[in-house]
Each structure stands twice: as structure tokens, then as C-alpha cells.
């Protein structure tokens, strides 16, 4: 019982004004239970066990004295009640739990009926009265946050792990991350939430601010589906009989009321669900509790192993309703050697179900901080915390405490940069960087080797890069960063360099300004529809050679900075001189008598003498404004954070105008405006579309081609899969414009909703993704676009591939066919 004396001890040593309950609750077989409810019958003041089993029930002075009764109340276990007289400031309550005994003998059979499905339908009838009942309310909120693992590898892909900020002893083995926070909240259905954390406390920060937030475990299962990165169909969703099976164990009486106990196993493997248990009230068909968990191939995110969650819920007499009380879920991980689990722990107290909330209750502003959250001392955290610290976590808070003081001292950054800017013998072929962490600035020199690429009018290229950064405090609140770069072509036999400085302002608005300028080699669309490196494969590989390029000598500066919440703005004034560049080789690997390298214009691909471009100068200016409708943001000390609303698309409006251009008619101005939006569609999948149209005003038939509208063609069998504007079996410039268009991206992923329904198949995990594509300008006919395939591909935690089969209909060549591969990151 070393927690018990433990307890005791750390009690007396407290010199509060309140008066305290302490104990240890075990099983009849002397097990610690952790996260027992409880609370004082008829109040809102209550705590948790913690993973010890053990409490801290803190009362009012005013307690002193008077009798009063005590639950203890835990899922799968006899609710106990017992009589305290509070006689002293500290008064030791340890309690031994037995196991509920449950019994059928109240069960209501009807024939041919599962009994368990009578009471999930009852349950499911009632959800929505049951949500409303509960939905809004103000409420006082407490989260811990807990991550450790078990013995960390010293290297994860080369890199060095080290001792994950202190947290690894000489077993790689640790707490990673702890961190805690108190909250005033308040909440209306269906997504108006606001928190503000009166107290944040981080394991080895003294000036951290944990990101445990009480809108990230506001999680529901009268809902119909619990967003876990997919949609987690809920036990008593309105379709929950297409997903679950069900089993009534038994019943037994809390508070005068016959509880239900319902096993929940899946209809299929691999489907988007839970499995456990869950405990529902008779007659008024409301969540007791809940014992569920689920895994990472149904969230889909393969590190994750396992994902448990346990909610607890209390009488709320006034309002005849069993609200939540606490909240655990429980996760373990394991990728790349790196195996561990964690805990995330929510209690609710307090609560206001009748708030009168008015039109201001509530803003676009989710979450903020009071002044001083993060400098509470151990006093003001032994009085709030709602649930006591385990040993290990003390230990924690120890040993990370004493040892940062010495880990922010300009002796140990400097002994750890020291180590770090050791310069080796492969420096000069990787790179090589050299830190000053606690002066927070930094110098390199980028690894030549990995820059070298090969295209048909450089031949073999290779960079390198300088660069030198520097911050304002540990969030980077401020920055500054400025790069020189060099890139010389061997078959060119040409020198072209860039140089650039950006400065970060704050990251509030994120105000940033830059400057660049040089001459550099660039693709005719800026927005490199083929990547360098694989135009150096297919180029040598394949002979083909996408990619085309013009030389730009450029100078120009940069803004942006968020005006208002929702409202970003862009500008971007440059002057530019462009030169057509020509082929200066053929090398490649494989050579074929059947193919031969086109030439560097897309408008004449067989004419190795030509350009696509004349050498002009030219001004350009261009300004962009992006709302995000909607939008809602975190408040944190060091910055914003924005959380963009899914019910309403982005939309960004353009113009771009060239000026002063060498070439009179090279003059142009163009509008565009874009619609962006990804949604969920409840269990059936993810939508994401992209809508795009523009048109030039006053521009003749001679605009330079560098200005024209270009569309993210794709020739090869690769694909992006995080990126819908595009068209992947069109040629790379056949639709280029300087007319009205409009282009238009669809594509919905099915999340298993029906591969996970057909038999053998959805032991693979794999997602449906369906697509369409269009584009439409003025001077050629539609074209059309489809794709259907399979995302989550892969075997074991390594499921990052994407293969979709894509039709094209319309393009000059005729309708094209194409099996593509996709890699998502």
C-alpha cells in the first residue's frame, strides 16, 4: 500500500484552509482501481481515482463538522455509499469495491426478440431528446495529458532520438509528455463551444501552455458519429444495426433505476466501430456509461494500436438526467521501434444546465488563456486538482522541474550544440548546420548531393544552398530567415543564383514580409505540375522529358497578414525579365529508336529551334484574399490558431495584372476566384471539392506564354493523391489559355463504408475513392475527367499507397486510359 501512505502523507503536509477526503480504492482482490467516480450525494463537487486508485475529495470549510454521504461509483462494480462526519481537516476514507453482480430476472423478453435489441432501439428512439436535454450547458473542466513509452531505440531513420526532453531514463523508458489544465466552459449544440483555461501546467515548462483542450474530448455517443480523423459510428446511432451486434448481459438497480448492460461487437471486421460494453438506464433510455474501444485500422491511422475510451455519468436529480462526469481514453502506439501509450483524462463539475445563453455568449473565439495560467504554483494545484497526481507523475513533475533550469543555462544548450555542429567527414556531402540555441540562431549549408537532378536543358544541375534563421522565444513567435543559392548546369554551362529574405512578425496575424530576387530556371506553369525529380527519372529512364523551363531575372517583395478573423490578404509586387532556354543535350540511360526527347516549347514539341517565349521585361502585381467563413481559433499566449469551419467553402478572389511590359500587347490583367471546401459526409466518407474560374481582361492573342492560365496536367503514372486540381492524363499545356475558363475537382473517399461491407474485402482496409474533372475554356472543347480507386494500400503500419484508375475525355490525342500510383504523406 505504498500509494496509501503515500497520500496520507503528501495530506498532512497540506496547509489549506478546506478540508479534505482521501483514500485508496481497491478491488476484494486488492487491485487499485483507477478512475472511480467520486463525489458528495447531491452536490457538484466530485473527483476521480487516479491510475493509483487513488483520491483527494476537496470540500469547503464551511464542511467542518457536518455529516455528509459519499459515492464511490465505477462501471462494472457495486455503487457504494458511505456516511462521513467531517471531524478534522483530513479525513482517510479507503474503499474496497466488489464486483456488480448482474441478473436477467428483470429482463423483459418478447418472443423471437433479442432482448438487447429492444432496449438499443428504446435507446436510439430517444437520442435525440436525450441530446437536447444535455445540449448546453457551463461547466468547470479538468484535463491531463500523459504519453510515455517503453524502451525507445536510440535512432529512428538515422536520426538521433536522444532522452525525449528528460523524459527517457537509462531504460528508454519514460513520460514523454504531461501536462494539465482547469477550464471554464461552455457549450450549445450543435459547434458553439468556449473555453477559457484559468490554469495550465506542463511537465519540465515552466512557461508551457498544454494543448488539452475540452472541445478536443467533447466526445458524444449520443451522437451519431464520433470524428476520430473517420467517422466512429456510435452503439446507439439511428443506423447502428447496420454496423452492431448486440448481447444484454444483464441488469442491475443504481439510484432506484434498472441499468442495462450491453455487450457491442462489430458486424464486420474492419468496419469504421467500437467494441465493449455499454450501460443504459430503463424507461428513460440514457447512457449509464460506456466501456468501448476501438483500433487504428478503423480510424486509420496505423500507428495507433489501440483507442479505449471509458465515460462515466452521475444522477442529476433536478434535471432527471445522467450527465458525464469523467472521461478517460486510454491509447497505446507503437511505429519505426517507437513503442508506448498514453492517457488522456477529462472530469466535469459544476455544471449549469440552464445558462440563458444570449447572442453574445458566444464568438469565432474557441479557446483562450487568463492572465498568468501557466505561473500557478503547487499551492493553488494541491487545492484544484480534481484528481491526485499518481507516484510516477509526481515523479515526473520532480525530476523535469529541476532539471530544466539547468537545460535552458547557456552551458548545457551549448554542450548539446556542441554535439550537434560536430563537423564530419560526410558534412560536406549531406549538409552541415551549426546552432547556437540559446542566442536562437542558426547557419547552413544544404547537402549538394541531394540537390543534384538532371533535365534536357540544364543536363546534369546540382545547388547548394546558405542559409541563416534566428527566433524571438521557444514558439518562434518572431522570425527572420534569408538564403543564398547557387545552381549551376553542367551541359548548359551556366551559373544561376537567388537570394531571399523573410521576416515573421508575430503569429497572431502571421504579418510576413519578403524579398527575392536573382535569375532563375522555372517551369512555364509556377506551379511545377511535374516534380524535379521525377522529370530526372522519366528523362532518363523513359526519354521523356516533361518539365520546360524559361529563365527569370527577378526582383520582388511580398505581404501577407490576416486583416480580420476569416480574412487573409496577399500582395506581391515584382519586375521580370524573362529569356527563352533551349535544350543543350539527350543524354539518357535507355536510348530508343521509338522515342526521342521533345523540344523545350510546348506549343511546338518537334521543333527543336524554337521558343515558346521572346525575351521581354515585364511588371507584375498581385493581390489574393482568402475567407474562411466560419472560422473559429485557439487563442494561445504565443499565437493563433485557426480552425476552419467545414460547413462553409474557402473562397479565394485573385487578380494579377503585368504592366510595362517591353512588349506592348504582353500586357494583361486577370481575375480568378476559388471555391475550396472538405467535409465530412456522417459515416459515408469525406467530400472534397475545388472550384475554380477566371477570364483576362483586355489582352489580345499575344500574351506571353509565361502568363497564360496553365492547368496541372500529368503524364506520367504517378499522382498526387492530396491534391485535387488536377488533371491526371492530361498533357501538361494543351489547355493553356488566355481566354475565360472554368475547371472543376470533385472527389469523394468512402472511408470503408462500402468496401467494409463486403465480405474478404474488408479484411484489406482499403477505401473507395471516386472522382470527377472537368475544364472548359473558351477557345477548345470540354474535357471531361473520371477516377475510381483504392486508397490506405499497403501492408501492416505502412498503408501510404493510392492506385486509381483515371479516364479523359476530350483531350486532342483522344480519350485516354490510365492506371496511376499514389504515395500520401
Known sequence: MRTHYFIIFLTLLSSTLTAQI?????????????????????????????????????????????????????????????????????????????????????????????????????????????????????????????????????????????????????????????????????????????EVIVASKVSGDDNGFSFNTASDANFSFYENTLNLNAQIVSPIASNAFAYYKYTLEGTFYENNQLINKVTVTPRRVNDRVFTGTIYIVEDSWQLYGVDLHTDGAAIQVPFIESLNFKQNFKYEDELKQWVKISQVIDFSFGFLGLKGDGRFTAAYSDYNFNPKFGKGSFSAEILSFSQNANKKDSTFWDQKRPVPLTLLEQEDYVKKDSIQVIRKSNKYLDSIDARG???????????????????????????????????????????????????????????????????????????????????????????????????????????????????????????????????????????????????????????????????????????????????NNPLAPSSNGSAAITTHRIGKFFTSATINFGQKYYSYPSGKFNVQSERYPAITLVYEKGFGASVADYNFDQLRIVAQQEFNVGNKGRLSYDLRAGTFLGTGDEISFVDRQHFNGNETVLFEPGAINRFNVLPYYERSTNTGYFEAHAEHNFKGWILGKIPGINKLNFNLVAGAHLLSTQDQRLYREFNVGLSNVGWGKFRLLRVDYVYGQGALGGNKGAFLIGLSL
Open 22 to 194: 482521501t483514500g485508496v480504492v481497491t478491488s476484494q482482490n486488492g487491485e487499485q482501481l483507477p478512475f472511480v467516480n467520486v463525489y458528495i450525494e447531491n452536490s457538484n463537487r466530485g473527483t476521480t481515482t487516479n491510475g493509483d486508485g487513488a483520491y483527494e475529495l476537496l470540500l469547503e470549510r464551511e464542511d467542518q463538522g457536518k455529516e455528509m454521504v459519499v459515492v464511490f461509483q465505477f462501471l462494472g462494480f457495486e455503487t457504494i455509499t458511505r456516511m462521513v462526519e467531517i471531524g478534522s481537516p483530513q479525513v482517510v476514507l479507503d474503499i474496497v469495491m466488489t464486483e456488480a453482480t448482474t441478473s436477467l430476472d428483470e429482463v423483459i423478453v418478447e418472443a423471437g426478440v433479442n432482448p438487447a435489441d429492444r432496449i438499443i432501439r428504446a435507446t436510439i428512439a430517444n437520442r435525440k431528446k436525450n441530446l437536447d436535454v444535455i445540449g448546453e450547458y457551463t461547466a468547470k473542466f479538468y484535463s491531463r495529458g500523459l504519453w510515455q513509452v517503453q524502451d525507445a531505440p536510440d535512432k529512428i531513420l538515422g536520426q538521433e532520438v536522444g532522452d525525449l526532453g528528460g523524459g527517457l531514463d537509462s531504460t528508454r523508458t519514460g513520460i514523454i509528455y504531461l501536462s494539465e489544465t482547469i477550464s471554464d466552459i461552455k457549450y450549445q449544440r450543435p459547434d458553439n463551444f468556449s
Open 421 to 599: 555542429n560536430r563537423f564530419k567527414i560526410t558534412s560536406p556531402i549531406f549538409g552541415y548546420d551549426y546552432t547556437d540555441t540559446y542566442n536562437r540562431w542558426r547557419v547552413g549549408v544544404s547537402s549538394p548531393l541531394q540537390a543534384i537532378q538532371y533535365n534536357t536543358v540544364q543536363g546534369w544541375n546540382g545547388s547548394l544552398q546558405a542559409s541563416y534563421s534566428n527566433w524571438s522565444d521557444d514558439d518562434y513567435t518572431k522570425t527572420f530567415y534569408a538564403f543564398a543559392k547557387a545552381n549551376y548546369g553542367f551541359s548548359e554551362d551556366q551559373l544561376r543564383y537567388t537570394l531571399g529574405v523573410t521576416r515573421r512578425f508575430n503569429r497572431t496575424n502571421r504579418a510576413v514580409v519578403s524579398l527575392t530576387g536573382g535569375v532563375d530556371l522555372q517551369q512555364f506553369n509556377n506551379a511545377e505540375p511535374i516534380r524535379p525529380i521525377f522529370n530526372t527519372a522519366y528523362s532518363l529512364l523513359r526519354e521523356k522529358n516533361f518539365a520546360k523551363y524559361y529563365e527569370k531575372e527577378f526582383a520582388q517583395i511580398g505581404y501577407g497578414q490576416e486583416l480580420v478573423n476569416g480574412l487573409r490578404v496577399n500582395a506581391i509586387l515584382a519586375y521580370e525579365k524573362r529569356n527563352p532556354v533551349f535544350n543543350t543535350t539527350d543524354q539518357t540511360f535507355f536510348p530508343s529508336d521509338d522515342r526521342e526527347f521533345t523540344s
